[in-house]
């Protein structure tokens, strides 16, 4: 951590001359002591005993910018050049039985502040300029001996945040740790506990978790706690959503898909997904790919115009429905057949021949439903009759027109 610690030196000296002590904290401690790159253009998070008054006066001589947006839970936000600083006074904080915000508490003495924290591997700190580490429950112990636990009783650390219980799963699956039997049993008392937590805040976790180059060992644990209900939903079999993950590949939109395929139809998994607050995009697209998904599996396409018809309605998910189909059952040659179609009708996909202005103008129409009634009948005969010129399809709408 030496370049991270010679660049923040100056500012360290500044609140060592104030008479203050000042701390780098977060991932980038528990990443340096597994060896892993740093990443130089996050954020550097920083703690120290000076109130957010005199941590303000301290940056006004050293900082381009400053913002304290934060500043009521002890935070104060700065720029200078392209390295962004977040120091933050010593707390703890709590959440309240019923609350979604914090109470914040300002504390004296870094032990305080770590004790707070969610896991032991996250409660250690760098004291700067010199690089002593600080690390009063075993962080370094428990990274070496690859476990997961709780600086303070698991029940204490939950109850503060109970997104800590998802915040759980994702650090068992990210760095190959084994969640401790307190910590688990824990989470199977608090699991309800996440009703407090706002749900755009476990769809961000989960998306984390998601995106693990290896996320089935989070989920476990989410399933093995009861998590799962609070965060996916009514999932009938954990252990059948687990080995369909496993062969999901990397997309998270097909992990989702087939975390949630035994949740009902493609519209219920969808209304689940809007009720967790998952993004409009995210909820489509997985309710899409099960739809297709399970139309191949169930009735595959088995002649040249249904298969047209499959890949059209698929469209942009093609490759993430057929990901989740080999998942859900045999695919026999879908995979194969949707390629040779598509080298042979490489147009299947694009744009129709004649949009919508060419065939108001070919059929003297205004716009309205008959517009789309003659696109409707254009695409039924591309997919029935296979690939048409301009003037073949312009042919084809004057002769409906006429019946």
């Known amino acids: 951590m030496a370049p991270v610690r010679d660049e923040a030196r100056e500012l360290a000296e500044l609140f060592v001359a104030a008479g203050y002590r000042i701390y780098l904290v ?62 933050t006074t010593h707390r703890t904080e ?38 002593e580490l600080i690390d009063p ?27 800590r219980m998802l915040r759980a799963a994702r ?40 995106a693990l180059p290896n996320p089935v060992p989070g989920f476990g644990l989410v399933f093995e706690t009861g998590v799962a209900e609070r965060v996916l939903g009514p999932v009938t079999d954990g252990n059948a959503a687990l080995g369909r993950l496993e062969r999901a590949g990397d997309d998270p939109i097909p992990r989702l898909a087939v975390l949630l395929a035994d949740v009902g139809t493609p519209a219920e998994v969808q209304a689940v997904l809007s009720e967790r607050r998952a993004t409009t995009a995210v909820s489509r697209a997985v309710s899409a790919v099960l739809s297709a998904a399970h139309q191949a599996v169930g009735q595959p396409p088995r002649t ?13 998910h093609l490759d993430q429905a057929l990901a989740v189909a080999s998942v859900l059952g045999a695919l026999g040659t879908l995979a194969a057949d949707v390629a040779a179609l598509l ?49 073949e399809a312009r042919n084809h709408l004057l002769r409906w027109r006429s019946s």
């Open 304 to 316: 040249l115009p249904l298969l047209r018809r499959w890949v059209v309605d698929a469209g942009s």
């Open 26 to 87: 977060g991932g980038i401690v528990r990443d340096a002591m597994l060896g892993l790159p740093l990443d130089t253009a996050l954020d550097l998070d920083l703690t120290t005993d000076a109130q957010p008054t005199a941590v303000k006066s301290i940056l006004e001589g050293w900082a381009d910018t400053l913002w304290t947006q934060g500043e009521r839970f002890g935070t104060i936000g700065a720029r200078r050049g392209d390295r962004r600083v977040e120091i």
């Open 171 to 210: 650090f068992t699956a990210q760095f190959e740790l084994t969640a401790e039997p307190p910590l688990v049993a824990a989470m199977k008392v608090m699991a309800d506990r996440l009703a407090i937590v706002a749900d755009e805040r476990i769809r961000d976790e989960l998306d984390r978790l998601l």
């Open 343 to 391: 080298e042979a009708e490489p147009d299947l996909l694009g744009p129709p021949v004649l949009d919508g202005q060419e065939i108001m103008a070919l059929l003297s129409l205004d716009p309205g439903p008959n517009v789309g009634a003659a696109v409707e009948e254009l695409r039924r005969h591309r997919l029935d009759s296979g690939p048409h010129t301009p003037e």
């Open 94 to 131: 709590r959440y309240l039985p019923d609350s979604r915000k914090p109470d914040v508490a300002f504390a004296d003495a870094i032990e305080a502040d770590l004790s707070r924290r969610d896991f032991t591997i996250n409660a250690m700190a760098v004291e700067l300029p010199d690089g």
């Open 137 to 163: 429950f075993g962080g370094a112990d428990d990274l070496a001996a690859r476990r997961l636990l709780t600086p303070l009783d698991p029940a204490e650390t939950f109850s503060d945040d109970p997104l």
